[in-house]
């Protein structure tokens, strides 16, 4: 009779009944021949894509399970599996991120360790500002320009509501930095700023209130982008945009813009400072004599900088304004 109790012997030839699982591989599927479409717009995490380019179909997705946590942002190429039909009702899966060329991102503050990515593969940073009603914000501009060339993106200043003030002060200040600009009024003709954007991926930037959904509308006729206004307390504008939508650019124009939502902070803890100075050509091989570890700041009392402003090697006005960028990046805009 069983009493219980196991013997040396039982524990020893013990047989550990084994669980059938199948059996575990490698390999992964290859969509290498899948569809591909660019991400027009994220909602609530369903994505509207573009299939078969500017005048292709337009189709809902969800992100596959294998992708995990990997975001899927505002003009990411992917890959696709599933219903790409677009028809009412179809949901495809995106299986595949492709490599991005450039990635634009922020933070919501500069001691935010979470970086938010507004839009990937992008070509160019349209920092829209209104000359007045808002008034101009030049710190956000400086940050903004500071985000596009961390990026690796070409910086374009977009000034509208010339018809309310002159543009002449506002340009002199960027003048040093050689950043491209245009001055837009309102009703006015948009030929030089469709002339910059042919051909291109822009994204538009800039805080509420400065025109950026009515330039968006007076390009892109169809956008429907709904216009604000600015508060006459505050000065400020309301957010009418709530999400980065990319939109392409009718015939006869190529390209494609970006509208995103209005900001009124541009956090830049992702940008090392000491890079900075790398996005300035001219005025890095002049930096070769500073002491280690030095920032090229105006608190820096050998920066070489200093000497080649003091021999007429560098102009005053772009040591200035690249140094005001530096500021940019631990100054609030508020």
């Known amino acids: 009779m069983p009493t219980g109790r196991y013997s040396d012997h039982d524990v020893e030839h013990y047989d550990r009944p084994r669980r059938r699982t199948r059996p575990r591989t490698k ?20 994505f509207t894509l573009l299939v078969g380019g500017a005048d292709g179909t337009t189709v809902t997705a969800m992100k596959a399970r294998p992708l995990g946590r990997r975001g899927v942002v505002v003009g990411d190429r992917v890959r696709l599996d599933g219903d790409v039909s677009g028809d009412e009702g179809t949901l495809a899966r995106i299986v595949e991120v492709l490599p991005r060329s450039t990635t634009l991102r922020r933070t919501a503050e500069d001691d935010d360790p979470v970086e938010r990515v507004i839009v990937a593969n992008a070509e160019q940073l349209v920092v829209v ?27 374009l200043l977009c000034l509208t509501k010339a018809d309310l003030a002159d543009p002449a002060p506002l340009l002199e200040t960027y003048r040093a930095l050689d950043v491209p600009h245009v001055v837009t009024q309102r009703g006015g003709d948009l030929g030089a ?26 390009l892109v006729p169809d956008a429907g982008r709904e216009v604000g206004v ?7 504008g309301r957010h009418t945009s709530t999400s980065a939508y990319l939109l392409p650019l009718p015939a006869p124009l190529a390209g494609w813009i970006v509208d995103t939502p209005g900001i009124r902070s541009f956090g830049l803890a992702h940008v090392e400072p000491a890079r900075l100075i790398g996005f300035f050509p001219d005025l890095e091989q002049l930096t070769e ?30 040591v200035a304004s690249f140094r005001r960028l530096l500021a940019a990046r631990s100054e609030p805009v508020w």
Do not use: F
């Open 129 to 155: 500002t209104a000359l007045a009603d808002p008034d101009p914000q030049p710190r956000l501009i400086d940050r903004a320009l500071v985000a596009a060339y961390d990026a690796g993106l070409a910086p």
């Open 230 to 236: 600015v508060n006459a307390v505050t000065g400020r």
């Open 289 to 318: 004599d500073c002491p280690r570890g030095c920032t090229h700041g105006t608190e820096e009392p050998e920066c070489a900088l200093d000497g080649a402003v003091a021999e007429g090697r560098a102009d005053p006005a772009r």
């Open 193 to 218: 700023l469709r002339e910059r954007l042919d051909g291109r991926v822009s994204v538009l930037l800039g805080s509420s209130g400065v025109g950026k959904s009515t330039l968006v509308n007076a």
């Open 27 to 46: 390999e992964r599927p290859s969509y290498d021949d899948a569809p591909q479409g660019v991400v027009v717009t994220v909602d609530r995490g369903r």
